[in-house]
């Protein structure tokens, strides 16, 4: 087993990054990197060493080491093209690549764990209830729009898009935002969920989770 990847049970990014091991069925050791306050294994010397950003995932596979959840989903799409999440023709595949930068680059740095604890730290309040619903709900408006009638986010086949939704949803969940108003992502989250590729990356069943 050559590929690694370094990753926090509840991290959104490293979320997506699991989903897309277990569709291309790829075998990957998992090595935990605590995030958790009082622990913060990733701002450690061993790991800052491998990755100066600090944060996670990061995936080693032979000779290829890289931060950045979507550079590692386009090296596993080119390195392991036998199951493809990318659709071959265009213009749906830029689509894809589009729905899946919107989540990656518009909604998910602004509620990832760093950035709500800074808020809480520095302003002296908890952001999570309405900063985190004002922005899923920004996003997921246009998410909708541009979503399939399913049953996954583009239609018949999984694509990275359902990958990345996947994570973004589970967090809007756990948040409790309201999900009313977006009818299609929700079914194809609810499909999704009903994979074994899926649910094997879910937070819940990864070794570092809390026990319940």
Same mark, same amino acid.
């Given at each position: 087993? @050559?590929? &690694? !990847?370094?990753?926090?049970? #509840? +991290? +959104?990014?490293?979320? #997506?990054? #699991?989903?897309?091991l277990?569709? &291309?069925? !790829?075998?990957?050791?998992?090595?935990?990197? +605590? !995030?958790?306050?009082?622990?913060?294994?990733?701002?450690?010397?061993?790991?800052?060493e &491998?990755?100066?950003?600090?944060?996670?995932?990061f995936?080693?596979?032979g000779?290829? /080491?890289?931060?950045?959840?979507?550079?590692? *989903?386009?090296y596993?799409?080119? /390195?392991y093209?036998?199951?493809?999440?990318?659709?071959?023709?265009?213009?749906?595949?830029?689509?894809?690549?589009?729905?899946? $930068?919107?989540?990656?680059?518009?909604? $998910?740095?602004? !509620?990832?764990? #760093?950035i709500?604890?800074?808020i809480? @730290?520095?302003? /002296?309040?908890?952001?999570?209830a309405?900063?985190?619903?004002?922005?899923?709900?920004?996003?997921?408006?246009?998410?909708e729009?541009?979503a +399939?009638?399913?049953?996954?986010v583009?239609?018949?086949?999984i694509s990275l898009?359902?990958?990345l *939704?996947?994570?973004?949803?589970?967090?809007?969940?756990?948040?409790?935002?309201?999900?009313?108003?977006?009818? &299609?992502?929700?079914?194809a989250?609810?499909?999704?969920?009903?994979?074994?590729?899926?649910n094997?990356?879910?937070?819940?069943?990864?070794?570092d989770?809390p026990?319940?």
């Amino acid at each position: 087993m @050559s590929i &690694k !990847l370094y990753s926090y049970w #509840r +991290s +959104s990014a490293a979320y #997506r990054v #699991r989903i897309a091991l277990n569709l &291309k069925r !790829l075998d990957y050791e998992i090595v935990p990197v +605590s !995030l958790a306050p009082g622990e913060s294994e990733h701002r450690q010397d061993a790991y800052r060493e &491998k990755n100066p950003q600090m944060l996670v995932p990061f995936l080693e596979d032979g000779d290829v /080491a890289i931060g950045q959840s979507m550079a590692m *989903l386009e090296y596993l799409e080119e /390195a392991y093209p036998e199951v493809k999440l990318l659709p071959g023709g265009q213009p749906l595949r830029s689509q894809v690549r589009a729905f899946c $930068h919107a989540i990656a680059c518009d909604i $998910h740095p602004i !509620l990832n764990l #760093r950035i709500l604890q800074y808020i809480k @730290s520095e302003f /002296a309040t908890d952001p999570a209830a309405h900063w985190y619903g004002h922005w899923i709900h920004e996003g997921f408006r246009a998410l909708e729009v541009l979503a +399939s009638d399913g049953p996954y986010v583009f239609g018949e086949d999984i694509s990275l898009a359902d990958a990345l *939704l996947v994570p973004q949803m589970y967090n809007a969940r756990r948040f409790e935002v309201a999900l009313d108003d977006y009818p &299609k992502l929700v079914a194809a989250v609810d499909h999704c969920n009903e994979l074994q590729a899926f649910n094997a990356a879910a937070p819940e069943q990864q070794a570092d989770a809390p026990a319940s």
